[in-house]
């Protein structure tokens, strides 16, 4: 199959219809039908039956689409490579972030960078722990910021600042004279658990394992800020990390710094094989001051 027709047979079997295939490429139905007849007759198998007028993939289709899925999102990728490198240069940088480090350390880091540098503008691109060696492989982002990031022979990583996991929850679910918690303290409560295979979430699981109780998770969320919201609205208490508690901090929330700590890193990530420019190097340092700047929790009133 050339790249043609394995881009028209993505678009038909993920869309479903000719129609909507040919909208999705932005070319003409008739087009479409051409490319695809031709590659039934190429491959000697019939990919698609009409069903109540709607196009229906067979067996063969399903089959095929497995390895021609692989090779789109490999197209993608390298369409995408070569279109960061186009639009790289000297005065602009490309920022991969976590989310909780983007709600508050990044926005007051890039304002103080463009006080200093105006010149200078930015792509900013939310990634999860997950896509740190992708993003920075297919180029797009030139630096990322992550918490523990994986080891990679490709991965050049740079510690910026220790931080911890506190508990957040509504004003009042503890008596005012607490002024730190246990995992054991939560085990009465309603539980937004945050489902994540990042090392925060590790760490979280291992500290449930370890305390052997089982918890009352009312909710179950993949982001640290949307169980920021819930408790917030009073659905129950969280463990997040300290940079979402203090960039949701709200005057009916209280938080809580846990007993025995539990802690992360915060690293800058990039490939080895891709130094860093002297301009990111710069904005390295200063999202390391502003890390550092904000390290210690603010006291519990």
């Not at 940079?243 to 539990?262: D, H, I, K, M, W």
């Amino acid at each position: 199959m050339r790249l043609r027709q394995i881009e028209i047979f993505h678009a038909v079997y993920a869309n479903g219809s000719i129609s909507s295939a040919a909208r999705a490429l932005n070319v003409s139905q008739p087009a479409v039908s051409k490319v695809l007849r031709h590659t039934e007759g190429q491959l000697g198998i019939k990919l698609f039956d009409l069903v109540r007028g709607r196009l229906v993939p067979t067996d063969e289709a399903h089959a095929l689409f497995r390895e021609v899925d692989e090779v789109f999102h490999r197209v993608s990728s390298l369409q995408l490579t070569a279109r960061n490198l186009r639009n790289s240069g000297a005065g602009h940088l490309r920022v991969g972030i976590v989310p909780s480090l983007g709600l508050e350390v990044l926005p007051q880091v890039v304002a103080a960078f463009r006080t200093k540098s105006p010149e200078v503008t930015f792509d900013i691109k939310t990634i999860h722990h997950s896509d740190i060696l992708r993003s920075l492989y297919e180029r797009e982002c030139d630096i990322a910021f992550g918490y523990d990031p994986p080891v990679h022979p490709r991965l050049a990583r740079k510690k910026l600042a220790s931080a911890q996991l506190v508990v957040i929850a509504p004003q009042g679910k503890f008596a005012h004279s607490r002024r730190q918690l246990s995992v054991a303290d939560i085990r009465e409560m309603d539980l937004i658990g945050v489902s994540s295979s990042g090392p925060i979430g590790d760490i979280v699981a291992a500290a449930h394992a370890l305390a052997q109780i089982d918890f009352r998770e009312v909710a179950s969320v993949d982001t640290y800020y949307i169980a920021a919201a819930l408790v917030r609205h009073g659905s129950g208490v969280a463990i997040v990390d300290e940079f979402t508690a203090r960039a949701t901090a709200s005057p009916g929330v209280e938080l809580y710094p846990l007993t025995p700590e539990l802690t992360f890193d915060v690293h800058a990530a990039w490939l080895e094989d891709r130094p860093l420019s002297k301009l990111a190097e710069r904005f390295v340092d200063m999202m390391k001051a502003a890390l550092r700047k904000g390290a210690d929790l603010p006291p519990k009133p």
